[in-house]
């Protein structure tokens, strides 16, 4: 009885322990960041959906080698597709693994969920109309000459969610991208296009499945990727990158007063050490916290790009102040900061 017990304890002891480091009670950017099974997060590229209560991330889930393809004419590291996973939360602090909610297509070499293709930077947003939950992606060949945005719906945020296809929107290519729905319920696809030198705004069609012809060009030749967009008070306000590969570069934000009108660049909104290279970051999303006024995070990828499995997260509030839009570093942070 005693041997049942001590077996007994230590399985709790160990439980509770593996519990314990799941519990985090504020954001430390750039650090190892586990889920409530005390794995690495392991969601890339990625961005949040909110609803019912509970924030859904997904991303890139990079599993296995990091390889160099050479014949790209650039630092074209990359590992198999995967596919896309979903992480649940309910405090953007503590997040379960729900799965990988759009799976590998292995058995096809052709198709554009295959390991040898390329799948980056996938975004949910929910169409209150339809009931469905639909997810955009860039979706690549080997060599990234694709250039084409991938669409995938499903009837519930944990999936599974069924591929539709790809297709270059309006005829445009589409890379780095991201997806944002307005309050009166339009959404609109973002992407860099035209060899990534100018940055495309689509309209969507109301099920948010297609474009719907209408688009705009944006900061042409000015080569800027990884949008993430966010408004506040009326105004639209977008991060991105430059296009530097996997290393870091400078951010920089623009404000509009409407998603299809004119972007007026406002400069670097990160602020401290290394703010010159977005704390060697890159921006994939910015979410408002649901409930409190105001309060926003950017998100970001810390790449590691000859291993690309352990790449890292930077999580930052968006500070508003008079107008005025700043990220600044912090080694940690509570959103009661």
Not at 198 to 226: M, Q
Not at 269 to 293: E, H, L, M
Not at 304 to 314: F, Q, W
């Amino acid at each position: 009885m005693k041997k049942i017990l001590s077996s007994l304890l230590l399985i709790c002891g160990l439980c509770f322990a593996q519990a314990a480091r799941a519990q985090y009670t504020e954001f430390r950017p750039g650090q190892v960041w586990n889920d409530t099974d005390g794995n690495p997060i392991n969601a890339h590229g990625g961005g949040l959906l909110y609803h019912e209560g509970t924030y859904y991330w997904y991303g890139e889930y990079k599993k296995g080698k990091t390889v160099l393809l050479a014949e790209t004419g650039w630092e074209c590291y990359r590992t198999d597709v995967t596919g896309v996973s979903c992480y649940s939360s309910k405090d953007l602090m503590n997040w379960k693994f729900e799965g990988i909610v759009l799976p590998a297509v292995k058995d096809d070499p052709k198709h554009d969920l295959h390991p040898s293709k390329v799948l980056e930077r996938p975004k949910v947003i929910y169409n209150k109309k339809t009931g469905k939950f639909v997810m955009w992606a860039h979706v690549e060949s080997a060599d990234y000459s694709k250039a084409c945005a991938g669409v995938a719906v499903s009837d519930s945020p944990t999936g599974p969610f069924e591929y539709l296809g790809s297709f270059r929107p309006n005829g445009a290519m589409s890379r780095d991208q991201t997806v944002f729905v307005d309050d009166d319920g339009r959404a609109y696809h973002i992407f860099s296009s035209e060899e990534n030198a100018t940055l495309h705004i689509s309209l969507l069609t109301d099920d948010y499945l297609k474009p719907s012809g209408r688009f705009t060009r944006n900061f042409i030749n000015k080569s800027r990727e990884a949008p993430a967009v966010f408004k506040h008070d009326g105004k639209y306000y977008m991060i991105s990158s430059g296009c530097t590969g996997w290393d870091p570069n400078q951010a920089e934000i623009a404000v509009a007063d409407s998603m299809m009108g004119e972007w007026k660049v406002i400069g670097n909104p990160c602020t401290g050490k290394d703010a010159d290279k977005t704390f060697y970051g890159q921006s994939t999303y910015v979410q408002p916290v649901i409930g409190k006024k105001n309060v926003y995070i950017a998100m970001f990828d810390c790449w590691n790009k000859t291993d690309l499995e352990r790449s890292l997260y930077i999580w930052l509030p968006v500070i508003i102040e008079n107008g005025r839009i700043t990220i600044p570093w912090r080694d940690s942070w509570n959103l009661n900061d």
